[in-house]
């Protein structure tokens, strides 16, 4: 996986259109929404320039878009996205990103996966009990009996 660290922006244009889209997308996902938001989030990201991974917008618009396919209960998308997001900046270590790959794999397997513990557990060491606030309560249980 490349990882760039490019102190670089965007150009301003792009980035304020880049939000507005998220800021949308994030609207819609609120209002259950999902395919609309997830329309609104690949349209930010078709407009990041070439190669999108370099841009810190793309590692949080694909979180965004691996959100929309989870809540879409499409978990092989949901992951794609996820596994994606972790080509940019602070991606490989994004505990959401890892949340949502963990909680993929544990929907998938039916109830016990490796894979699913495996990225609950780093998701959990980066974001402790808060990253899963919001979350099922079914996640965070399954990470902390495996922990104990």
Same mark, same amino acid.
């Given at each position: 996986? &490349?990882?760039?660290?490019?102190? *670089?922006?965007? &150009?301003?244009?792009?980035?304020?259109?880049? +939000?507005?889209?998220?800021?949308?997308?994030?609207?819609?996902?609120?209002?259950?929404?999902?395919? #609309?938001? @997830?329309?609104?989030?690949?349209?930010?990201?078709?407009?990041?320039?070439?190669?999108? #991974?370099?841009?810190?917008?793309? +590692?949080?618009?694909?979180?965004? +878009?691996?959100?929309?396919?989870?809540? /879409?209960?499409? !978990?092989?998308?949901?992951?794609? *996205?996820?596994?994606?997001? /972790?080509?940019?900046?602070?991606?490989? $270590?994004? #505990?959401?990103?890892?949340?949502?790959?963990? #909680?993929?794999?544990?929907?998938?397997? %039916? !109830?016990?996966? *490796?894979?699913?513990?495996?990225? @609950?557990?780093?998701?959990?060491?980066? %974001?402790?009990?808060?990253?899963?606030?919001?979350?099922?309560?079914?996640?965070?249980?399954?990470?902390? $009996?495996?922990? &104990?």
């Amino acid at each position: 996986m &490349d990882n760039f660290n490019s102190c *670089e922006e965007l &150009d301003q244009a792009i980035y304020e259109q880049v +939000t507005d889209l998220s800021e949308c997308g994030n609207l819609l996902m609120e209002q259950g929404c999902y395919e #609309e938001a @997830l329309l609104k989030f690949e349209f930010a990201l078709s407009l990041l320039p070439s190669p999108q #991974e370099k841009w810190d917008a793309f +590692t949080w618009l694909k979180a965004a +878009t691996s959100d929309a396919y989870f809540f /879409m209960k499409n !978990f092989k998308k949901c992951k794609d *996205e996820a596994f994606d997001g /972790m080509k940019g900046p602070g991606g490989v $270590d994004n #505990e959401f990103l890892l949340m949502r790959i963990g #909680e993929c794999f544990y929907e998938e397997s %039916g !109830f016990f996966s *490796e894979r699913a513990a495996d990225f @609950l557990a780093r998701a959990y060491m980066l %974001g402790g009990d808060d990253i899963f606030l919001e979350e099922d309560p079914k996640y965070l249980k399954f990470i902390k $009996d495996i922990l &104990d």
